[in-house]
């Protein structure tokens, strides 16, 4: 079975601290990618990585970074976290190619909360 | 500027009856859907996909219809279940090979009352 895990479920954080989110995926995929879901604005793509140290911005990556050391860790990092980053945040991965029954698949999702 | 969109924030259905969710695309370079399916405080899973060089994919309950040249898609349901209650999205890729950025709707919100 695909399994997409993201380390912390929970978090509150205060303004202006470091997060760190972690995901782990252990289906040697290629592509990895953080969405936040917001209500009213669906699932929008912070950034996403197609190989180890690769990078690519999506829709939203401002306040954000990320880090891709090994194939199977996507970490995402709010530099200094602001209230307008409190959302729910979805690691993903998938192959390269989508189709032929690949498709994305997700972590449980980790709810931030910054105050 | 929303490439995939879904204009029903949500639907009721009852327990039994079909369930149609629909989403619109505007970019002509999309050529590869899916569906996905959320429950609260969840990841969303997937569901059904479709290429668009079918018209129809079905899968069990689910059958998924595109109709390119009104650039719209479509999720059936059918028999509808209490357990179908979720916050469905519709997602498009332009193409299949390599990566491919996949953009999500904003999703539409399925009751489905016993």
């Known amino acids: 079975d695909v399994k997409v895990t993201q380390s912390s479920r929970y978090l509150v954080k205060r303004t202006g601290e470091k997060v760190f989110l972690e995901c782990v995926q252990d289906m040697d995929h290629e592509n990895m990618f953080w969405y936040r879901q917001d209500p009213g604005l669906g699932l929008r793509l912070i950034y996403f990585?197609?190989?180890?140290?690769?990078?690519e911005k999506g829709d939203i990556p401002e306040g954000y970074s990320v880090s891709r050391e090994k194939k199977e860790r996507f970490s995402l990092i709010l530099e200094s976290a602001s209230t307008n980053q409190t959302s729910m945040y979805l690691c993903?991965?998938?192959?390269?190619?989508?189709?032929?029954?690949?498709?994305?698949?997700f972590g449980e999702g980790s709810w931030l909360t910054v105050v | 500027d929303q490439q995939v969109k879904q204009n029903s924030p949500s639907l009721s259905v009852q327990e039994g009856r079909i369930s149609i969710l629909n989403c619109d695309y505007t970019n002509s370079m999309f050529d590869y859907f899916l569906w996905y399916k959320k429950y609260p405080a969840e990841g969303p899973t997937f569901l059904i996909s479709?290429?668009?060089?079918?018209d129809k994919n079905e899968d069990g309950r689910f059958t998924v219809f595109l109709n390119k040249s009104a650039k719209h898609l479509s999720l059936h349901i059918v028999p509808s279940q209490p357990g179908d209650s979720a916050v469905y999205f519709c997602a498009a890729s332009p193409g299949s090979g390599g990566y491919q950025k996949v953009t999500f709707g904003i999703g539409t919100k399925l009751q489905v009352i016993p």
């Open positions: 993903a991965s998938s192959l390269l190619g989508l189709g032929d029954g690949n498709t994305i698949y």
């Open positions: 479709i290429s668009s060089i079918k």
């Open positions: 990585s197609y190989d180890v140290k690769m990078k």
